[in-house]
């Protein structure tokens, strides 16, 4: 079974674009969250879908959006890039929200913001 | 709102010795989960181990166990037999009960493995 992808895997924007990150979990998992990964501030959340339905939202800006489509996958928008959304952006996907299945993480996108 | 903090930013151990790392949370919720996740150099987060807060027994996973202490909010993982491989970063994490897979992280223990 195949694990969960993230593309692409390196990045590179300039400040004020921006940029669109993809998650595709394993097959039949149906949860997605979403973090942020820095030096400074550690792992922190960003938002958790579930059913195409946001369930859950981390203290972030509202540059920083996602969905999650009927197959699953999902995608995080971040607009008008800052250098500090320079990060291991980390995807993670389980069979159900809030249940004591496992959740799998993805390899990460590295975004570096110039 | 729920925290976890880890005390050690790094610590070190020598091959097929013990090591523990330390981890400390705060919750107002009596039902919770607790996690040690371990990420290599490779930076993919892979689960060590899982606790539920409502069974007192202390899991276990091969050579990785946890001392989970619920009125003291402490939940520690011991590396048994440590191995070159056991290298990485450590992070516990806090879940709540419920409908959400919303992690809350600590900020980390970097462990090296000497031969």
């Known amino acids: 079974k195949a694990g969960v992808t993230q593309t692409p895997r390196y990045l590179i924007k300039t400040r004020g674009q921006q940029v669109t990150l993809s998650c595709s979990p394993i097959s039949g998992h149906r949860s997605v969250s979403w973090y942020q990964q820095t030096p400074g501030q550690g792992l922190q959340f960003l938002f958790e879908?579930?059913?195409?339905?946001?369930?859950n939202k981390g203290n972030f800006p509202g540059r920083f959006s996602g969905r999650q489509f009927s197959n699953s996958r999902s995608e995080m928008n971040v607009s008008t890039l800052e250098l500090g959304d320079s990060a291991l952006y980390l995807c993670?996907?389980?069979?159900?929200?809030?249940?004591?299945?496992?959740?799998?993480f993805g390899p990460g996108t590295r975004l570096t913001v110039t | 709102a729920q925290t976890v903090t880890q005390s050690q930013p790094e610590m070190s151990v020598q091959e097929a010795e013990t090591v523990t790392l330390s981890c400390t949370y705060d919750t107002s919720e009596s039902d919770y989960y607790l996690f040690w996740y371990k990420q290599p150099p490779s930076r993919q987060m892979i689960l060590v181990i899982r606790q539920e807060a409502y069974k007192q027994q202390n899991a276990t996973e091969n050579r990785f166990s946890v001392n989970f202490q619920k009125a003291a909010k402490s939940f520690s993982l011991k590396i048994s037999d440590s191995q070159l491989g056991d290298a990485a970063m450590y992070f516990c994490?806090?879940?709540?009960?419920?409908?959400?897979?919303?992690?809350?992280f600590g900020t980390g223990t970097r462990l090296q493995v000497f031969p």
């Open positions: 879908y579930f059913s195409e339905t946001q369930r």
């Open positions: 994490a806090y879940r709540s009960a419920g409908n959400t897979d919303k992690l809350i």
């Open positions: 993670a996907s389980s069979l159900v929200a809030g249940s004591t299945y496992e959740q799998y």
